[in-house]
């Protein structure tokens, strides 16, 4: 008749979940203290667009996350074929529950380009809709020093080549003298 007769109530201890949550909400943080601080790129990628990037990628990139939030990873590439060509490879080797590395000529947010050794793992290989990670670890200056090596060997062994030319041509030129000087001792 509208009247109220009485008030049904349930209580339940909560304290464990909160404890739990609470435990969760640590851990996730010591996570992301630990991804922000590392000293290479970490990208995390679902069908091919960014779901999230640590620190040290947005400042390789110079692009925050928000500005390449699912977008797609084409934007670092010199070209659309180059991204074409590295995507449909990865896929290959991660859909086998195999890690793919390369080393890559990529473009930064100001136009420069850079080499980055890229490594890729899929989530989870029975369901690749779940993403991938990446870890990007800028070797441009290793590449430079490589191309200078790579310059100074040649010219060294240009440089012996044009010495053990020269060595040979002494030699020669000494033998031919003795030659004389016993042909002139002989006369």
């Known amino acids: 008749a509208g009247k109220v007769v009485g008030i049904l109530g349930m209580f339940g201890d909560v304290t464990e979940q909160k404890a739990m949550q609470q435990e969760l909400a640590d851990t996730l943080q010591q996570l992301r203290t630990i991804l922000d601080n590392a000293q290479v790129g970490i990208a995390y990628l679902r069908e091919s667009k960014f779901i999230w990037i640590n620190r040290r990628m947005e400042e390789m990139f110079g692009f925050k996350l928000n500005e390449i939030s699912e977008k797609s990873p084409e934007l670092f ?54 993403g991938s990670i990446w870890i990007m670890m800028d070797i441009d200056s290793r590449k430079v020093a490589e191309q200078e090596l790579l310059e100074l060997n040649t010219t060294l062994a240009q440089q012996v080549s044009v010495e053990i030319a020269n060595g040979m041509e002494k030699e020669r030129l000494l033998i031919q003298q003795a030659r004389h000087a016993a042909m002139g001792e002989m006369i």
């Not at 010199?78 to 890690?99: W, Y």
């Open 77 to 130: 590439y010199p070209a659309a074929e180059n991204h074409a060509r590295i995507s449909e490879l990865s896929i290959a080797v991660l859909s086998q529950g195999k890690p793919f590395e390369v080393e890559q000529l990529l473009k930064r947010k100001n136009g420069r380009f850079f080499w980055c050794h890229m490594r890729g793992m899929a989530v989870n290989t029975r369901d690749m809709a779940q």
